[in-house]
């Protein structure tokens, strides 16, 4: 029985099999009788259509470039727009003596000898039959001229194209960035995204800043138009045809004139500033300088000034915010400070008496203070107002130097901050770990001492200071610097703005902070290091000095600011936050080869929180002109080496 | 003697596959001649990967479908394991994640899968036979989702919809019922915004593509344009060996690959093209025929389930050659140039050879 049944089994299932296997073939059937209908429908019916397609595979597809989207200030002020310009356009493949065709414009429009080096340029970077703009920005009547005598130059073509301008110059460069020419290397990134085909027809792409980080969003979508072509390869008529879409805007979070104003405020000195704003993250102000013309750019930079812009000892290609890498000096010490409160040490009433130096156990070798006659009775708060080195020395130790690190880490410093444009760079907390991968030595409780005034390897860049400083501000809350506040949807004009991420949250006693906070208050108070920085301010502020020396000063040696080559002078930090029980705006300034940070970079500081806080613009007045560019000097500057052997310091 | 050594040799081999087979490949070395530019070394190439994959037929044509059923388990799991190792090491090329360095030579994992799926299934299927439930058709859905999951991730939607087809051929043979397939359609209806919103954007665009290729005429609308005008301009007759326009003037692209068939069509025309879906039909009702004599379960699902995906194939690169389905990457099966796809196929021709071969001994064990 069960035998029978098991066979039934077997036989329903094979059967089953059988009307299934039936069902598979009939829908292989009909899905093949629908491919040869295909066929027939291809291949009789539209025959025509096609044979003459084909017969004439001149169908050409004409690329038409969207516009580029906007950037615009916080405000809405216009960073970077589009417009319209005639071009005169070289075909190289269609001209047989290039140099006399050349030499025949000349004669109708002005092609200077920059219009002619950029052209040999561009021709020695594309194909012959690229059409290559020997002259831009033409005007109506230059435009007319040729027109009328076009028949002479085939080969050569007015054309109407949309150029990137960016009205303010060199305001903000560094952050807004610039367009050039797509190069090589571009291509190939482009084909590797996957993205080639929404290029053809557009030349240029975005580099550095917003232009490249958000090229995708900036670029918008290419159009075309089908055309039939003849056999000279002119257009008959159009077949289809679809409009570009224009690349989206970008406002950014920066405001033009807080930008403008501390520009301004730099004058002919180099160095940065950034500006944040604690609680959203939002970069009101980024500043690199110097600064160059974006517009140089658009066009392809002429070779004079590439040279002069590459060549420069002020380095203004360099983007100083992102890259510049310094040693953050004093303005170190709130946040030493806070890691020695929080570690339970150093809390009031503790005070030491400052003898002017600090020596480690069972060593003679003395770790000056600035201030070589000593502080006196010295506690946390009295410690940050006049930046006392002998304090934060011996704290340091305590610390240790893997716990300092620790928690200074949760502020950013050795690490990215993640902001939205490319480039920026790490600086440097360092470890024992690290001192053995990089120089395979052991660390040594001196390196541990000079840490903590924000000497020895240490270096950040303005950006991480004024993160930092930022975070410092929040309470210990990091949230991610942001340049860029929303995209603006061309089409739909949807705004989306860019969501805020907390990067890290430290867990602070109040306590703790409002010591830090005392005593970086008192520093813009008299007796503070920068007491003229909080000069009838109207609010209060939160700061501190800074100054980063450049060369090594041995034991025994003076310091003497005017002796010394200018370029070799000490750089200048300031870092603030502002109103200091409610801070709406957190900052980093450094004036390379400035001096002191109370006199140099606290100024700039002010003018820029006056602006942001009060809505005050700053007073004409003469630009400092206490530092003048001397011809002679070899050190570059942006990256500042730290000096391994300084063990002995001056600072304010 | 040597009469009865030929005899020995071509034991296990299917003539009525062998001779369409040979004949395709003739046919396809002929086009891709016409489309490589005329150039033999293309052709040479093709040759060796036929070679081999004629070889690896002969091979796996001779093993007793008893033994195939035995590495069912290892072959799967073998082949979901380097899926994985895809996915944590592959080598990205293209924006996707598909090949594995192994020190010697690149694999591509999710092309082994095509054959293991199946066979996982048809053992899985036959283990159970006859005390079929709902729950075993549960299983093997989950055992087909795992790897399509993993290819889709790559993203590799060619591959990941011919696996599923493989794998959907062996449940549907089983038996299925049609409730769950009806269900299952009306549940795919409903869920494709969702299974849209998962798809990558490239692919998305793709189907946008298919729908209207002028959206696109730049980037990969040109493909579907320019393969669109060469077969429909090859008219009844075709323009001649060697003499498609489109061929020759490089306005097709890849056409030695993918767009193959765009080629032929231009070349050798409806007749051509309605011949040619005559071939291949011969080869897919050969395989239902030893489907259908097979004595096992295993042999069964297994040969069935392997002629519905050689139907798939062919199917799925007309219909995007020709314009009615999105471009998806799959080869035209033993027309198209490629090593791989070629080896697949050599594998799955074998195992329908073994199955039709041995069942006299499986009859009488």
């Given at each position: 029985?069960?035998?029978?049944?098991?066979?039934?089994?077997?036989?329903?299932?094979?059967?089953?099999?059988?009307?299934?296997?039936?069902?598979?073939?009939?829908?292989?059937?009909?899905?093949?009788?629908?491919?040869?209908?295909?066929?027939?429908?291809?291949?009789?019916?539209?025959?025509?259509?096609?044979?003459?397609?084909?017969?004439?595979?001149?169908?050409?597809?004409?690329?038409?470039?969207?516009?580029?989207?906007?950037?615009?200030?916080?405000?809405?002020?216009?960073?970077?727009?589009?417009?319209?310009?005639?071009?005169?356009?070289?075909?190289?493949?269609?001209?047989?003596?290039?140099?006399?065709?050349?030499?025949?414009?000349?004669?109708?429009?002005?092609?200077?000898?920059?219009?002619?080096?950029?052209?040999?340029?561009?021709?020695?970077?594309?194909?012959?039959?690229?059409?290559?703009?020997?002259?831009?920005?033409?005007?109506?009547?230059?435009?007319?001229?040729?027109?009328?005598?076009?028949?002479?130059?085939?080969?050569?073509?007015?054309?109407?194209?949309?150029?990137?301008?960016?009205?303010?110059?060199?305001?903000?460069?560094?952050?807004?960035?610039?367009?050039?020419?797509?190069?090589?290397?571009?291509?190939?990134?482009?084909?590797?995204?996957?993205?080639?085909?929404?290029?053809?027809?557009?030349?240029?792409?975005?580099?550095?800043?917003?232009?490249?980080?958000?090229?995708?969003?900036?670029?918008?979508?290419?159009?075309?138009?089908?055309?039939?072509?003849?056999?000279?390869?002119?257009?008959?008529?159009?077949?289809?045809?679809?409009?570009?879409?224009?690349?989206?805007?970008?406002?950014?979070?920066?405001?033009?004139?807080?930008?403008?104003?501390?520009?301004?405020?730099?004058?002919?000195?180099?160095?940065?500033?950034?500006?944040?704003?604690?609680?959203?993250?939002?970069?009101?102000?980024?500043?690199?300088?110097?600064?160059?013309?974006?517009?140089?750019?658009?066009?392809?930079?002429?070779?004079?000034?590439?040279?002069?812009?590459?060549?420069?000892?002020?380095?203004?290609?360099?983007?100083?915010?992102?890259?510049?890498?310094?040693?953050?000096?004093?303005?170190?010490?709130?946040?030493?400070?806070?890691?020695?409160?929080?570690?339970?040490?150093?809390?009031?009433?503790?005070?030491?008496?400052?003898?002017?130096?600090?020596?480690?156990?069972?060593?003679?070798?003395?770790?000056?203070?600035?201030?070589?006659?000593?502080?006196?009775?010295?506690?946390?708060?009295?410690?940050?107002?006049?930046?006392?080195?002998?304090?934060?020395?011996?704290?340091?130790?305590?610390?240790?130097?893997?716990?300092?690190?620790?928690?200074?880490?949760?502020?950013?410093?050795?690490?990215?901050?993640?902001?939205?444009?490319?480039?920026?760079?790490?600086?440097?907390?360092?470890?024992?770990?690290?001192?053995?991968?990089?120089?395979?030595?052991?660390?040594?409780?001196?390196?541990?001492?000079?840490?903590?005034?924000?000497?020895?390897?240490?270096?950040?860049?303005?950006?991480?200071?004024?993160?930092?400083?930022?975070?410092?501000?929040?309470?210990?809350?990091?949230?991610?610097?942001?340049?860029?506040?929303?995209?603006?949807?061309?089409?739909?004009?949807?705004?989306?703005?860019?969501?805020?991420?907390?990067?890290?949250?430290?867990?602070?006693?109040?306590?703790?902070?409002?010591?830090?906070?005392?005593?970086?208050?008192?520093?813009?108070?008299?007796?503070?290091?920068?007491?003229?920085?909080?000069?009838?301010?109207?609010?209060s502020i939160a700061a501190k000095t800074g100054t980063a020396q450049v060369i090594g000063i041995k034991q025994n040696e003076r310091y003497n600011e005017k002796s010394i080559n200018e370029r070799h002078r000490d750089h200048a930090l300031f870092i603030a936050y502002a109103p200091a029980e409610a801070p709406t705006i957190a900052l980093a300034v450094i004036v390379e080869n400035g001096g002191h940070g109370g006199s140099a970079a606290g100024p700039i500081a002010r003018k820029v929180m006056d602006y942001f806080l009060l809505g005050k613009m700053p007073a004409e007045e003469v630009a400092p002109n206490n530092v003048k560019t001397p011809p002679n000097t070899l050190l570059p500057n942006g990256a500042t080496p730290p000096t391994l052997n300084a063990e002995e310091e001056h600072y304010d | 003697m040597i009469s009865k050594f030929?005899?020995?040799?071509?034991?296990?081999?299917?003539?009525?596959?062998?001779?369409?087979?040979?004949?395709?490949?003739?046919?396809?070395?002929?086009?891709?001649?016409?489309?490589?530019?005329?150039?033999?070394?293309?052709?040479?190439?093709?040759?060796?990967?036929?070679?081999?994959?004629?070889a690896v037929m002969w091979g796996v044509a001779n093993v007793q479908p008893q033994l195939i059923e035995r590495i069912a388990i290892p072959a799967y799991l073998v082949g979901v394991l380097l899926l994985i190792a895809v996915s944590l090491f592959g080598d990205i090329s293209h924006g996707a994640r598909r090949w594995l360095n192994i020190g010697i030579t690149k694999i591509q994992p999710s092309e082994l899968l095509k054959l293991a799926v199946p066979i996982m299934l048809a053992w899985y299927f036959s283990k159970r036979e006859s005390n079929l439930t709902a729950i075993d058709f549960l299983i093997a859905a989950v055992m087909l989702a795992i790897p399509v999951l993993l290819i889709m991730k790559q993203p590799d939607l060619g591959t990941a919809m011919l696996v599923t087809a493989s794998g959907f051929y062996v449940i549907f043979l089983a038996g299925l019922s049609w409730r769950f397939i009806l269900g299952g359609l009306a549940l795919a209806g409903a869920l494709s915004p969702v299974f849209w919103s998962l798809l990558h954007d490239y692919q998305r665009r793709r189907i946008e593509i298919l729908i209207d290729p002028t959206q696109d005429p730049l980037g990969s609308g040109y493909h579907i344009i320019q393969s669109t005008i060469a077969i429909g301009s090859g008219g009844v007759t075709g323009k001649g060996w060697l003499n498609g326009t489109q061929t020759q003037l490089d306005f097709l692209p890849e056409r030695t690959t993918d767009f193959i068939f765009a080629v032929f069509g231009e070349e050798f025309g409806l007749i051509g093209n309605i011949l040619l879906l005559i071939l291949f039909a011969i080869i897919i009702a050969r395989g239902f025929v030893i489907a259908s004599q097979a004595k096992s379960t295993f042999s069964r699902l297994l040969a069935g389930s392997i002629s519905m995906t050689f139907f798939t194939y062919c199917f799925v690169n007309m219909g995007m050659v020709s314009g009615i389905l999105p471009v998806v990457g799959v080869p035209l099966p033993l027309i198209s140039y490629g090593g791989t796809s070629m080896l697949t196929l050599g594998l799955g021709f074998g195992l329908l050879m073994s199955i039709q071969t041995h069942k006299k001994l499986v009859a009488t064990g």
């Open positions: 029985m069960a035998y029978s049944t098991e066979l039934r089994n077997h036989q329903n299932e094979q059967h089953n099999f059988k009307v299934r296997l039936t069902i598979a073939a009939i829908i292989a059937f009909v899905v093949f009788c629908a491919l040869g209908l295909r066929f027939y429908y291809l291949q009789v019916k539209r025959h025509d259509y096609y044979h003459t397609l084909a017969e004439s595979n001149r169908i050409s597809i004409v690329p038409i470039s969207p516009n580029r989207g906007l950037i615009l200030d916080r405000n809405g002020a216009v960073l970077a727009h589009n417009f319209f310009v005639y071009t005169l356009e070289v075909t190289p493949s269609k001209i047989s003596h290039l140099d006399t065709t050349i030499a025949d414009l000349a004669q109708l429009v002005e092609i200077s000898g920059i219009d002619l080096k950029r052209f040999k340029k561009l021709k020695s970077q594309s194909h012959s039959f690229e059409s290559i703009p020997i002259r831009t920005h033409l005007n109506e009547i230059e435009a007319a001229k040729f027109a009328v005598n076009r028949y002479r130059f085939p080969g050569v073509e007015l054309k109407s194209r949309l150029y990137r301008h960016y009205p303010q110059g060199q305001l903000g460069t560094h952050a807004v960035g610039y367009i050039s020419r797509i190069n090589e290397r571009d291509l190939a990134q482009l084909k590797e995204d996957n993205v080639i085909s929404n290029y053809k027809g557009t030349d240029h792409i975005g580099k550095g800043g917003v232009e490249q980080a958000f090229e995708r969003e900036l670029h918008g979508i290419t159009g075309f138009q089908q055309v039939e072509i003849d056999a000279d390869g002119k257009a008959v008529r159009v077949l289809s045809s679809a409009a570009p879409t224009s690349g989206n805007n970008i406002v950014l979070s920066i405001d033009a004139k807080l930008q403008a104003i501390a520009e301004k405020a730099f004058g002919d000195r180099r160095g940065s500033l950034v500006a944040i704003q604690p609680n959203t993250g939002e970069v009101l102000g980024f500043v690199s300088m110097p600064s160059f013309d974006p517009n140089l750019f658009v066009d392809g930079i002429d070779y004079d000034n590439w040279n002069a812009l590459n060549n420069s000892i002020d380095k203004p290609l360099i983007n100083r915010a992102l890259k510049g890498i310094y040693p953050p000096g004093s303005t170190f010490k709130p946040f030493v400070a806070l890691a020695g409160l929080e570690a339970g040490k150093r809390e009031p009433p503790f005070s030491i008496q400052d003898a002017g130096y600090f020596t480690l156990p069972n060593s003679r070798h003395r770790y000056r203070d600035w201030k070589p006659s000593g502080h006196g009775s010295v506690d946390m708060r009295k410690a940050i107002t006049i930046s006392c080195d002998t304090f934060f020395y011996g704290l340091a130790m305590e610390l240790g130097i893997d716990r300092l690190t620790d928690f200074v880490r949760h502020f950013g410093f050795g690490q990215k901050t993640g902001l939205d444009i490319h480039g920026e760079v790490s600086g440097l907390l360092p470890t024992p770990d690290w001192k053995k991968r990089r120089f395979k030595q052991p660390w040594y409780m001196g390196e541990t001492v000079i840490v903590g005034i924000g000497q020895g390897y240490t270096l950040v860049t303005p950006l991480q200071l004024a993160y930092a400083t930022a975070t410092l501000a929040n309470q210990g809350t990091a949230i991610r610097p942001h340049i860029v506040n929303a995209v603006v949807n061309s089409k739909t004009h949807v705004v989306t703005p860019i969501p805020l991420t907390i990067l890290d949250k430290l867990d602070l006693k109040m306590q703790n902070l409002e010591i830090v906070k005392a005593g970086m208050v008192d520093v813009t108070l008299p007796g503070g290091t920068a007491a003229s920085v909080g000069a009838n301010a109207g609010y | 030929i005899s020995g040799f071509f034991r296990h081999i299917d003539s009525v596959l062998l001779a369409c087979i040979l004949f395709a490949m003739m046919v396809g070395l002929l086009v891709l001649y016409s489309a490589s530019g005329q150039q033999f070394s293309r052709v040479s190439a093709q040759m060796i990967n036929m070679a081999v994959a004629l």
